[in-house]
């Protein structure tokens, strides 16, 4: 079984696939081989699946009758879903990536002498907070998101922070809580839209800034590490410490803190942790309760 990794040239947007592995039917390991399985990608579900790719005809008996060109089986390379076509292993440069429409997957190149990471799912439980020996129930909020956020987050994996989200549009940022409009805004930038922001809408930009600095909770939260952000561009000639300076100038003249996370998964995570603890904190405050999630703690 293989790993393969991709990025989109434009956005990075990460895919993985894996595979293929035995599929041995509802008769265990011990058994014959009916097919084979495999984690595909359809790029157009933009989803990660496990898929039974292979059946054989007649069950093989072990794993070297598997790489049998002359065996007869029937192959399965399209979704189930939407019956496009099905990828284990993308060609390099030609599938687009359907987050940004702009960028192709090519083959994904980890940075060398970093440690390799694998991080945990986020948690499953609701917020716990505990004043006095006892806990306090604080309402789940809703978050608000931008109108004009087509490719963003939708935290759809965070119920147990959230009540559900709403969409309208928003003075600034892509990212509120229902009725903290004006209290709080993120703003999501991907590395590429930081760049264009910067070197190619800065009128724009420094605009946003500007707005962004009323809100008593502000952020710019970009999908990208630093050192991918100081990586010459392929896609623009700007200088990558031009876009550094520029970024860290804003956070300085405006006092807007800059997260630089990993990719969007990650990003979508931090910033659901942040706005429900914000949520948590404000309502506290407003009901009489000392600000803290456990006392004694933090």
């Known amino acids: 079984m293989h790993t393969y990794q991709y990025s989109c040239n434009y956005c990075n947007h990460f895919v993985e696939t894996s595979g293929p592995w035995p599929y041995y039917g ?9 097919g084979l399985t495999a984690r595909i990608y359809c790029p157009v579900c933009d989803k990660e699946k496990d898929y039974i790719i292979v059946k054989y005809k007649t069950p093989l008996n072990t794993l070297d009758d598997v790489w049998l060109r002359s065996t007869p089986r029937k192959t399965r390379m399209t979704c189930y879903k939407c019956k496009s ?4 292993v993308l060609p390099e440069g030609s599938v687009k990536c359907p987050r940004c429409k702009k960028g192709v997957f090519e083959s994904f ?8 990471t694998n991080p945990v799912s986020p948690p499953k439980n609701p917020l716990v907070v505990r004043q006095g020996g006892k806990s306090i129930s604080v309402p789940k909020p809703t978050i608000v998101i931008d109108s004009a956020e087509h490719m963003g987050y939708t935290f759809g ?36 839209d930081l760049v264009n922001s910067i070197i190619q809408e800065r009128g724009n930009f420094i605009a946003r800034c500007e707005k962004l600095s009323s809100f008593r909770k502000k952020c710019f939260v970009i999908e990208g590490t630093l050192s991918l952000l100081k990586t010459p561009y392929r896609e623009s000639q700007a200088h990558p410490n031009a876009v550094l300076g520029s970024i860290i100038a804003a956070q300085e003249r405006w006092d807007i803190p800059i997260h630089f996370l990993d990719d969007s998964l990650l990003a979508e995570e931090f910033v659901a942790s942040m706005l429900s603890k914000y949520h948590a904190y404000r309502w506290l405050e407003a009901n009489g309760y000392k600000r803290c999630i456990i006392e004694g703690d933090i």
Not at 26 to 34: A, N, S
């Open 26 to 34: 509802r008769h265990g390991e011990t058994k014959p081989i009916h």
């Open 85 to 88: 076509p099905i990828f284990l």
């Open 109 to 116: 190149e980890p940075m060398e002498d970093l440690p390799s």
């Open 157 to 192: 994996r965070f119920t147990n922070w959230f009540s559900g989200t709403v969409r309208k549009r928003l003075p600034a940022g892509d990212y509120t809580l229902l009725g903290m409009e004006k209290e709080i805004a993120v703003e999501r930038k991907t590395l590429p």
